[in-house]
């Protein structure tokens, strides 16, 4: 079975632009994976500031097994997810 | 879109940034704010619209936001005035706020239909149309592609809805009318949503019900940060349901940890305040209930309080006449330190509301939200997970944390009775948000609470819920609940109170 990661940065800047709300949209996808016969773990990490808001770019920023997302939403961090399911269920 | 981070929740916020950044940022002696015709461009930059129809639009109301976020009123928008004007005078430590402190921005407002019953295109203009068969007032017809209501006869029964096959029939209304309990929004000239400031009782439910942002409450940012910026002594005193609002890895001592890397002096917690509160409401319902009062109303949430009294006048002595925790712990920091300021940091609107009341102004400097705090955190660069933690102390109760949550207050007062009068029954109702509020005071009218502790909360599921609020309102209840769990006092009467005010974090 697929275990994906995803790491989303907690820190001041990520949670202001929303990082609370992504972790929950990610947990809110468990139901929908399992109607749809997905079999892929998904795992959640809030990890500390990532650093990436330094340089000037916007948050939130997340790893989807790795891919970083910038300006991270809801619906990219996601369709991410599900893409990688997807993914894990072809191979 | 409440629990949902939406456009709207990110300008909100960028706003906060942009005036605390400049608040700390500013030459103290000579500031002239046309920062702020910069920050406008800055929340929204380039030429082309991201949210409205257009991008000059979008700016004119970035610009009215940071007004309000500067504690300002906002502009006529027939006559000409500069977006800074007041601005130099705002620029100090003293209270600056006024009514109304809820705004509609007038032109930010799409003036969305007032409630009504509306059928949509699912209309297949069925052969059986029980719509028309059930309205009882014969408002419903067979047009020529699809039914018709009437909206002069419609009496918002629902019926017709209920019957169609299709769900070709909806109910519906405006946002924040609808998140309105207190029945306070109507329309101006122009359709718009208009607050009616004699039945607003500052709640805050519609500013985050809005789907287009068209309504912002005033901030007094600035003005803290001035205070904190010239030198004055600010202490916090922090509402119970703040743990779990700033992020996974803030745990309290690391947001505790924040608040005095901003430059404030102490933390205290808010909870102490609540303990002070329970001990007054048990032993006013010992003493009260039944003889003098029919039941008693808990008092820890201003716009229920305020709600009830204007609702129910004749009932009015029946809430209960203690301060409101925040009141109760500014007083004890006032008594014990004059000179110091005194900011409260909660989830509420409505507490800034309380702070401009004539009894509370001398103990309240400022009321901010969290959603604020964060602002405040975010232009300061403020890393709470690099912190180290403020080590805490047990200054709340577990029952007095656990105001943080509908159902809360009530308990902790009921443990309050039961301690000092072992085997009194006290039979509890609870409603939270002013639409239960409403129909648990009509209860009341009619006789059939007597005996009661009733407890109100304005916002859905208690303090966790309020509009100045972060977290999802369910995992927030998780913190709170642990948090509570962490003190080792379990009820007000256990907390021994006298306790020096000593911060949850020495200073």
């Known amino acids: 079975m697929a275990n994906i990661i995803v790491e989303v940065c907690s820190g001041t800047h990520c949670v202001m632009l929303g990082a609370m709300n992504i972790i929950d949209s990610v947990h809110s996808l468990d139901e929908i994976r399992h109607d749809m016969d997905q079999c892929c773990e998904v795992e ?9 808001c330094k340089g000037g770019a916007q948050g939130p920023f997340v790893r989807v097994d790795g891919l970083l997302i910038k300006g991270g939403e809801s619906d990219s961090v996601m369709a991410a997810i599900m893409d990688r399911c997807a993914q894990s269920q072809d191979t | 879109m409440r629990g949902l981070f939406t456009s709207i929740t990110k300008i909100r916020r960028q706003v906060f940034t942009e005036v ?6 500013r030459d103290l002696d000579n ?15 380039g030429e082309v619209a991201t949210y409205r129809d257009s991008v000059f639009k979008e700016r004119a109301i970035i610009r009215e936001r940071i007004r309000l976020a500067m504690g300002l009123p906002i502009r006529p928008a027939d006559t000409h005035q500069p977006l800074t004007k007041g601005m130099a005078e705002s ?59 009437d909206q002069d006869k419609c009496i918002k029964c629902g019926r017709c809805k209920e019957a169609c096959p299709y769900q070709a029939i909806s109910r519906i209304g405006r946002p924040c009318a609808e998140a309105c309990g207190a029945k306070a929004i109507g329309s101006d000239a ?46 916090a005193a922090i509402a119970p349901s703040f743990v779990g609002q700033f ?43 039944p003889d003098e009062k029919p039941f008693l109303g808990t008092s820890c ?58 009894e509370v102004r001398p103990y309240v400097d400022y009321v901010i939200t969290y959603e604020e705090l964060m602002g ?78 009733l407890e109100g909360m304005a916002c859905p599921g208690g303090c966790v819920g309020g509009p100045g609020t972060l977290s999802q309102i369910s995992r927030a209840s998780k913190s709170v609940a642990a948090f509570a769990q962490a003190s080792s006092y379990r009820t007000a009467s256990d907390n021994p109170l006298d306790q020096e005010v000593l911060p949850i974090a020495p200073g």
């Open chain 2, 20 to 25: 605390a950044r400049y608040a700390f940022e």
């Open chain 1, 44 to 52: 959640v990490r809030a990890v500390p500031c990532m650093g990436l």
């Open chain 2, 376 to 453: 405040l955190f975010a232009a300061r660069q403020i890393e709470l997970n690099e912190l180290k933690e403020a080590p805490l102390m047990d200054y709340a109760s577990r029952d007095g944390r656990n105001y943080a949550v509908a159902g809360g207050v009530a308990q902790a007062v009921v443990n309050v009775i039961q301690e000092t009068a072992p085997g009194r029954e006290v039979p509890v109702m609870k409603a939270d948000t002013l639409h239960e509020c409403r129909k648990m005071l009509a209860l009341a009218k009619a006789g059939k609470v007597n005996g009661y502790l």
């Open chain 2, 247 to 289: 992020g996974p890895l803030a745990t309290p001592g690391k947001v505790v940890a924040g608040i005095k890397a901003l430059g404030i002096t102490r933390v205290i917690e808010v909870g102490w305040g609540a303990d002070i509160g329970s001990l007054h409401e048990a032993e006013e319902f010992l003493r009260d209930v």
């Open chain 2, 190 to 235: 122009l359709g718009r949503a208009k607050i009616d400031q004699d039945k607003c009782v500052s709640c805050g439910l519609c500013i985050v019900a809005c789907p287009f942002a068209a309504i912002a409450d005033k901030s007094e940012i600035f003005q803290l940060v001035t205070a904190i910026r010239t030198g004055q002594t600010v202490f």
């Open chain 2, 301 to 358: 949430c201003p716009s229920w309080a305020m709600f009830a009294r204007k609702e129910q006048p004749g009932l009015a002595n029946c809430i209960a006449q203690s301060h409101t925790p925040m009141v109760a712990a500014a007083q004890r920091i006032k008594q014990e330190h004059p000179d110091a300021r005194v900011v409260f940091i909660g989830p509420c609107v409505s507490k800034k509301m309380e702070a401009l009341e004539d």
């Open chain 2, 91 to 149: 620029a100090t430590a003293d209270k600056l706020l006024e009514m109304p402190l809820i705004n509609v921005i007038p032109f930010a407002c799409e003036a969305c239909a007032t409630d009504h019953f509306q059928v949509s295109d699912n209309c297949r203009k069925c052969l059986a149309h029980p719509c028309t068969g059930v309205c009882p007032v014969g408002a419903v017809s067979i047009g020529k592609t699809a039914s018709v209501i």
């Open chain 2, 31 to 45: 500031s002239d704010f046309n920062f702020f015709y910069e920050s406008s461009y800055r929340i929204i930059p």
